[in-house]
């Protein structure tokens, strides 16, 4: 491994074929174009608006499998309060801390194969709150008769929005500054989720449920202060540390 970004045989930009990009250009002002003054007229975008007022939900909430729950959700609707909206943000909180746990086991796994012990204890102990965080959210949807198991809309799609984040920090060719970036994306979308999920608990009147949620954004507020801290230093020290050929870090 080396140590960190270095100047390699990276052919990707134009400047490594000056013949080729000479001959681009001059093609490029021969041809007329069309400045696309009003995106929204193009053909390209009329398709997708089809698409879009054509196509069905993206899933739904299931209703709540016991006797309990039921009841509760049929309370909450009289009241004019639609529980299945609160029930799929709360399974999206579900979703992403799981995703985030399995974000931190890679970023682990990478610091130590590349030998960056120093920061080990922090990820280490973020890794177990975001499991702590995922069983406050897990009881939250039982306390309210909901299933934990199932998958939300909104779950659904932040599990597709994670899924860039898990192959950057699972990839073995990242290092481990660039892995620390998903993390840092990470923390500020799961900051963002317990604000929301708060005020959402507090508008429902599950205030012992909010002031749960309360000490979970406190966690998630320090987590984000520490991976920032991190990828600052990691960066700063990628910038400053000369070309060692000899080291087998790679960070």
Known sequence: MKEHVHIGSNRTGIQMSPLDSKRMMQVAEKTPTTPMTDFSQSEFVKIRQEYIQESDDIGSVPPPGSLKGMAST????????????????????????????????SVITKCQAAGVTEILTDLMRIHQEELEHFEIVKNAIEQIGADPTAVTPCADANGVTAMGLLQVAADPRTTVTQSLQTLLMAELTDNAGWELLIEMARKANMDAM??????????????????????????????????????????
């Open 210 to 251: 909010a002031d749960k949620f309360e000490a979970a954004l406190s966690a998630e507020e320090e987590h984000l202060m520490t991976i920032t801290s991190i990828y600052k230093q990691m960066n700063f020290d990628d910038m400053e540390r000369g070309e060692d050929k000899s080291s087998s870090r790679h960070i």
């Open 74 to 105: 049929g309370a909450e609707l009289l009241q004019g309060i639609r529980p299945e909206a609160f029930i799929d943000k709360l399974g999206e909180r579900l979703a992403f801390e799981r995703t985030g746990a399995r974000l931190y086991e």
